[in-house]
């Protein structure tokens, strides 16, 4: 980028450092230089010399990951499109090469097998969405399992003196996921799994509020000078006001005379002189006001390629280095350095000086996006050029004078290092501005989530064992999905080159005799010589495919191999490939058994990582719950209006966090207990000896469908009344049937 155009980028950055820097700085004390660079202390004190050490092996395993892993060879859009070298074989090979291509196939993008395989695809490059169907369809069962109905998940008590609480907490965390949009989450990182094969999601606290001024009656002294209350907000004109006894410090067994206090906050009182609110002068003014938009849990998917993990680490817990790379606009971190600096409370020269450094550091940085989740996504369809960032790059922009903001690619590394060497490692977090190499914090990452765990979770499927990601559907049926592609474009290509051969013999006719070169048609008329057939001057000789009927028969077959594969198979899969099978009720009915009992592993695994994901979230939740929330719960139509605070949580309440799944499991319960209805309805219509001998096998009937109470439901001595005579019957009793007796066998009749 040009100097006039990064200049014209980070204005609002130098504003703010201009502001500070123009401050007289703090002198420096002898040997500061030797100070480490980082700017926020923490409990984690390292000396100059040991930062050093721990940012330089944080770099270089973040270097050597993004080689590994193939980020940087993948960081163009169009990376596949150079040419087949050896770079782009490599890159083609990589952790994260694989997945974007498996993810441009499952979006249709398939332009890169022209480059990437060519042959018959650079000349016809159609595809079969074969793949994507199987996994569209795994994906929409996978989050209907999940997420079919409301509530989706629950949080339920351990003991019985648990259930009130635990109630509440219930209710609390399904309010605050609804905010969060937590269902969100859970369908991307369904999808993600299924087509790449893992999905990594981040747990955070967020807190978001808005800053605006907004005229308000506000309480002022004779002056016109706002009185401010203890919780430092104004005092409005609509607040309450309470009467509070006081102590008399005369005599402290008697009561003193009654103030006045501010029902908002408990502990404001009336300014001196006034004997009532009525005696308070209001006066209209601008004052600025805070909403708060949102406070808690947030999960949220990290892009694939702006998270760094080594393949061979079991867990994310377990790997010495997991690093999540991502932008955050410079002006945000310079007003973090702003506020500390104005905080009220001294600030030390050290911390400031290093403000000032960093700030200097800032206004070098330029408005391009670093994090490959906010650049041209190809598998989208997005080109780059999609979206221009800066200013310079785009006239209309740099004539409206609209500039871009600069933004700096953090690195946040959590790493297993022996930083003070003491001789025994330390779970770290480090926040680096990777481009300065410049350290905003780093501290224990216990002391920074509340269970002292990294905050990542993995979904995933088709796990590799002894490895943290999976094996995506994509690519486990990328081998089939290129066969019948190859086949359908060899059969189209085939298709291309049928038609007609034309034989001309321009020379026999007299107007060629004249015209060597004469063509055919045009309008024009021609005289055979002499008695010469017109069939030996002009034939058309057909060209007939001979291959398609035999190539639709090999792709039938592996779309059938593909499809038994999946476990996803259904009556239109089946019908297309020809199986008897779908045409009669059983055969439907044993696909849809038999797709149940294969995709049953994928949903297994799903809800693991699911489960950690939604335990993580309501961890965060009540962990960093500092304010009492009043909150809105409706279920089944009805509305609750309940409140929800820290003491709430201080009752450490023993609760199991888990999905619900309710639609399938209301389902199964639905299924089994018509099951058990048929059982007791057929005990009781046992004769009571019968149903003294066969009492407990009843019993055992029921407890093998999950019933409870089963001792209460099956008591020998009571028989079902027999039915009435029908009108026009024999006048035998109706015996009840059942479907479990043989063929001509009635159950005893009393």
Not at 56 to 85: F, K, P
Not at 177 to 187: C, E, F, N, P, S
Not at 678 to 702: C, G
Request: net charge negative.
């Amino acid at each position: 980028m040009s100097e006039e155009g990064q200049s014209g980028t980070v204005s609002q950055v130098q504003a703010v450092a201009e502001k500070v820097i123009t401050a007289p700085k703090p002198p420096l004390d002898a040997g500061e230089k030797e100070k480490p660079k980082v700017v926020f202390d923490s409990p984690l004190q390292l000396t100059a010399r040991q930062e050093d050490r721990l940012i330089t092996h944080a770099l270089a395993r973040i270097s050597t990951l993004e080689n590994e892993l193939g980020r940087g060879s993948t960081s163009q859009a169009s990376w596949y499109g150079r040419g087949y070298d050896d770079t782009v074989k490599q890159a083609a090979g990589s952790f994260m090469g694989k997945r974007q291509l498996y993810e441009m196939t499952f979006h249709n993008q398939i332009d890169w097998r022209a480059y990437l395989v060519g042959g018959i695809f650079a000349e016809s490059n159609l595809t079969v969405p074969l793949s994507r169907r199987i996994a569209q369809q795994q994906i929409s069962r996978a989050i209907n399992y999940f997420l079919g109905t409301e509530p989706w998940f629950g949080a339920y008590p351990v003991s019985k003196s648990d259930d009130e609480p635990a109630d509440v907490t219930d209710k609390y965390c399904k309010h605050k996921a609804k905010q969060a949009d937590l269902k969100g989450t859970i369908m991307a990182a369904v999808e993600g799994a299924i087509i790449r094969g893992e999905t990594v999601s981040k747990t955070i606290y967020r807190q978001e509020w808005t800053q605006f001024n907004k005229e308000a009656t506000i309480a002022v002294d004779a002056e016109g000078v706002p009185y401010v209350a203890a919780d430092a907000d104004y005092i409005y004109q609509d607040d309450q006001w309470a009467q509070v006894a006081t102590q008399n410090p005369d005599s402290p067994e008697e009561l003193g005379d009654p103030v006045w206090i501010l029902a908002r906050d408990g502990q404001t009182q009336l300014p001196e002189g006034m004997a009532s609110p009525e005696m308070l002068n209001f006066e209209a003014q601008i004052v600025p006001r805070q909403k708060v938009q949102y406070n808690g849990a947030e999960s949220k998917p990290i892009y694939y390629k702006d998270f760094l993990a080594p393949l061979d680490a079991p867990t994310l817990d377990e790997a010495d280095i997991c690093v999540h790379l991502y932008d955050k606009p410079a002006i945000e971190i310079a007003s973090l350095y702003v506020s500390a600096l104005d905080t009220g409370e001294e600030t030390t020269r050290e911390t400031a000086n290093k403000i000032f450094e960093s700030l200097q550091e800032l206004t070098r940085v330029d408005d391009h996006r670093k994090a490959y989740g906010k650049k041209e996504r190809p598998e989208l369809g997005e080109s780059p050029g999609t979206e221009k960032v800066n200013s310079s790059d785009d006239p209309a922009r740099a004539e409206s004078g609209l500039e871009g903001e600069p933004v700096v690619e953090i690195a946040e590394v959590y790493i297993h290092f022996d930083a003070d060497e003491d001789g025994v490692q330390e779970d770290i977090v480090i926040m680096l501005d990777k481009k300065n190499k410049r350290p905003l914090f780093y501290d224990y990452v216990a002391n920074r989530t509340p269970n002292g765990k990294r905050p990542f979770n993995v979904t995933r499927v088709n796990r590799v064992e002894g490895r943290w990601h999976g094996i995506g559907t994509m690519e486990v049926f990328q081998p089939l999905q290129e066969v019948v592609d190859l086949l359908v474009n060899r059969w189209n290509h085939s298709q291309s080159r049928s038609g007609n051969v034309i034989f001309w013999n321009p020379e026999l006719t007299l107007e060629g005799e004249e015209n060597p070169h004469l063509e055919l048609n045009g309008g024009r008329t021609y005289t055979p010589k002499g008695n010469i057939d017109p069939e030996n001057i002009l034939k058309v000789i057909p060209l007939y495919d001979v291959k398609g009927r035999e190539i639709y028969k090999e792709i039938e077959f592996f779309m059938q191999v593909a499809i038994n594969m999946s476990g996803v198979s259904h009556v239109n899969d089946a019908a297309m490939l020809g199986m008897d099978t779908a045409k009669l009720a059983t055969g439907v009915k044993n696909i849809e058994r038999s797709g149940q009992e294969m995709f049953s592993i994928y949903l297994s695994q799903l809800q693991d990582g699911l489960e950690d994901l939604l335990k993580q979230f309501c961890v965060y939740t009540l962990a960093y719950l500092d304010i009492r929330e009043v909150f809105m719960y409706t279920e089944d139509e009805s509305a609750q209006m309940l409140q929800f605070g820290p003491e709430n949580v201080e009752q450490q309440v023993d609760m199991d966090v888990r999905l619900e799944m309710t639609r399938y499991k209301n389902e199964q319960e639905l299924v089994q207990a018509q099951q058990a209805s048929a059982k007791v309805i057929e005990f009781y219509s046992l004769p009571p000896e019968l149903q003294v001998r066969t009492s407990q096998l009843y019993r055992q009937m029921l407890k093998a469908m999950q019933v409870a109470h089963v001792d209460e439901i099956i008591q020998p001595g009571f028989q079902i009344p027999p039915q009435g005579t029908p009108s026009g019957g024999s006048g035998n009793p109706q015996a009840i049937n059942t479907q479990d007796n043989m063929p001509g066998q009635q159950p005893p009749v009393v």
